[in-house]
């Protein structure tokens, strides 16, 4: 499938399960899985870095005008689309590799370990940042970082979980581009 | 001019982070509820469109629990009624009213109007309901919103053709006051944002006496809100040290979790208070 359709097709449906499902879920009233910005993961090692922010722009717009109060996922989005390139370059396994495959995944970033990494640093950037953001103050840091915390690795088990569920075809791409 | 441009292109990126994070924390600060930008009126009525697909799907996983609270709601009414009580004196005779008009109209002040909970949500910081109703359906911004058993909801913050968004109770911007049913004194509702249908009643004095399980109904201060409808009810009470207030803590009488139907009041009379209010505004000045 042409990424490009294949990225409006995840657009709107990681919105749609974040609306619909996850936000549904309040574990112990204060723990919310977030996993709508996979997007921004997902997207192709190639994509300007402009371009990245650009989308995650209009993501974390179209999940605020759901909640009625724009400003804040925008803003959580916009961190991990500028944060995702440098990860990125820390985490490739060799000089060149990313233009092996098309977008990050277990295989092309050399095994569950980096991967996790990169996908926890975002997720963790993200949720502090949101809830930072919703707190609008230090006051009681203990809570707004048990908070962060405990969404994060919520979420994270349900991104790992979708990584299973929907394995990505990567195709081994030769680096003699 | 050159060394600009260059630093420009050199951190381009940056730049254009810091240009989308800025905006959207302006959006954060500086949304407020009565300026409504153009998108949220477009935007509201395409998610107001989604999230009335999705719920008329999910509204069957809670038919029962909506007829319970209806059939409750009901009979209340019903025991409200004039038919149910008889007077043993004789001094009280069954009339017929000739007047085909309902007289009674013209002093009409509230007038109630059903609407569908369309999205609804209490794990956000800020949260709102949406009803499927709006603007083009009699609702008007400002009108308070309770639940089929007379418990606060919220206010009408933003109304679309079809659809109206609530700054619910829960929503660190909504500050209505309640009153000790008991006492009388009034305060104002906070909310902390962390235990959804926990509301804290700021600005009691200490001399006044609360306990556990008191009632606190709306003050009818606001044009939105009737007086006497239930805000909820003292789970617990500690003394603030700095000040001289209590601090109360209440579980609201409306359950936000499981909303389906709410009533939105219209306050026939606001007009007339406004004009008096800017009357003597502009006396003052």
Known sequence: MNSFVKNIIRFSLFILVQVFVLDKIHLHQMVTPYVYFLFIIWLPFRMGRTQQMLLAFALGFAMDSFRHHPGFHTAACVMIAYIRPFLVNLLIPQEGADSNYEEPSFKSLGGILPYMIFIGVLTFIHHGWLFLLEAWQFGNIWYFLIKTILSTMLSLFLIVIAEMLFTRQQKFKTNTV | ?285
């Open chain 2, 1 to 285: 001019m050159r060394n600009i441009f260059l630093f420009v292109r050199r951190y381009f990126n940056f730049i254009l982070f810091l240009l989308l994070q800025g905006f959207s924390i302006y959006l954060i600060v500086h949304y407020s509820n009565y300026h409504n930008a153009i998108f949220s009126k477009t935007s509201n009525q395409v998610t107001g469109k989604i999230n009335e697909k999705f719920n008329s799907v999910t509204s069957y996983f809670r038919l029962k629990k909506t007829n319970d609270s209806l059939v409750a709601a009901n009979e209340m009414l019903y025991n409200k009624l004039k038919a149910d009580f008889e007077y043993p004196d004789t001094t009280s005779r069954l009339k017929i009213d000739s007047i085909k008009v309902d007289s009674m109209e013209q002093f009409r002040k509230y007038q109630y109007y059903p609407a569908r909970v369309v999205y609804n949500s209490v794990a956000a910081q800020n949260n709102f309901i949406v009803l499927g109703r709006g603007s083009s359906q009699n609702i008007k911004l400002g009108m308070g919103v309770i639940d089929p058993n007379s418990g606060v909801v919220g206010v009408v913050t933003e109304v679309s053709s079809g659809y109206a968004v609530v700054m619910s109770l829960l929503h660190k911007d909504s500050h209505l006051s309640g009153k000790l049913l008991k006492g009388g004194e009034t305060g104002t509702l906070n909310w902390d944002g962390k235990t959804p249908n926990i509301i804290s009643l700021a600005g009691i004095p200490k001399g006044v006496k609360v306990v556990k399980g008191d009632t606190i109904i709306s003050s009818g201060f606001s044009t939105s809100i009737p007086k006497g409808m239930m805000m909820g009810i003292v789970e617990e009470v500690k003394s603030d040290k700095s000040t001289n207030n209590h601090l109360i803590k209440f579980r609201t009488a409306a359950n936000f979790y499981n909303l389906e139907f709410a009533y939105v009041i219209e306050n026939k009379q606001t007009e007339e208070i406004k004009s008096i209010l800017e009357k003597e505004k502009q006396k003052s000045q």
